[in-house]
């Protein structure tokens, strides 16, 4: 239990640098045999880039030193329980475990409120607030078909 606090303590001081540097107040650390393999912090305004969210820039980071898309094995520390974006991420990247220290209510109350995102998610897709239009769906299913026969594809 040490060491878990330990790598919380870590992306916990990453949030409090991006804080008082140039970026929102989150950090993340992932970590893999017991080991910090990567960081990340806020770089939304520093990068002017809207998924540059702390545990967005750890999952890139991991990827990029182990070499790979999938990060079983490997757990993430995060400042505050993830957003549904980062979430998202962290289902897609296959971490094993997420830690985190504030919730979404506390991110929530400094003006980080994620419930409309989490409100629009289970809406049918004529209900939610951006509107979505379909088109060219035969055209694209192209693609889909490609891969489908494709035999040296790479599942992920």
Same mark, same amino acid.
């Given at each position: 239990?040490?060491?878990?606090?330990?790598?919380?303590?870590?992306?916990?001081?990453? /949030?409090?640098?991006?804080?008082?540097?140039?970026?929102?107040?989150?950090?993340?650390? *992932?970590?893999?045999?017991? $080991?910090?393999?990567?960081?990340? /912090? #806020?770089?939304?305004?520093?990068? #002017?880039?809207?998924?540059?969210?702390?545990? *967005?820039?750890?999952?890139? %980071?991991?990827?990029? #030193?182990?070499?790979?898309?999938?990060? /079983?094995?490997?757990?993430?520390?995060?400042?505050? %329980?993830?957003?549904?974006?980062?979430?998202?991420?962290?289902?897609? /990247?296959?971490?094993?475990?997420?830690?985190?220290?504030?919730?979404?209510?506390?991110?929530?109350?400094?003006?980080?409120?994620?419930?409309? *995102?989490?409100?629009? *998610?289970? +809406? +049918?897709?004529?209900?939610? $607030?951006?509107?979505?239009?379909?088109?060219?769906?035969?055209?694209?299913? $192209?693609?889909?078909?490609?891969?489908?026969?494709?035999?040296? $594809?790479?599942?992920?």
């Amino acid at each position: 239990m040490e060491d878990k606090k330990k790598f919380m303590a870590k992306a916990i001081e990453l /949030s409090i640098n991006s804080a008082t540097t140039v970026g929102g107040p989150f950090g993340s650390v *992932i970590v893999k045999d017991d $080991k910090i393999i990567a960081e990340g /912090s #806020n770089k939304v305004t520093s990068s #002017n880039d809207p998924t540059a969210h702390g545990e *967005i820039v750890a999952i890139r %980071e991991a990827c990029k #030193n182990l070499n790979t898309f999938d990060l /079983s094995g490997c757990e993430i520390y995060t400042s505050c %329980e993830p957003c549904p974006m980062c979430l998202s991420a962290i289902y897609w /990247s296959r971490l094993d475990k997420i830690y985190y220290a504030n919730t979404r209510e506390d991110a929530k109350n400094i003006d980080f409120d994620d419930s409309f *995102i989490y409100s629009e *998610i289970p +809406k +049918k897709i004529d209900d939610r $607030k951006i509107k979505m239009v379909q088109m060219l769906r035969d055209e694209a299913l $192209k693609a889909f078909e490609i891969w489908d026969k494709k035999v040296d $594809k790479i599942k992920y």
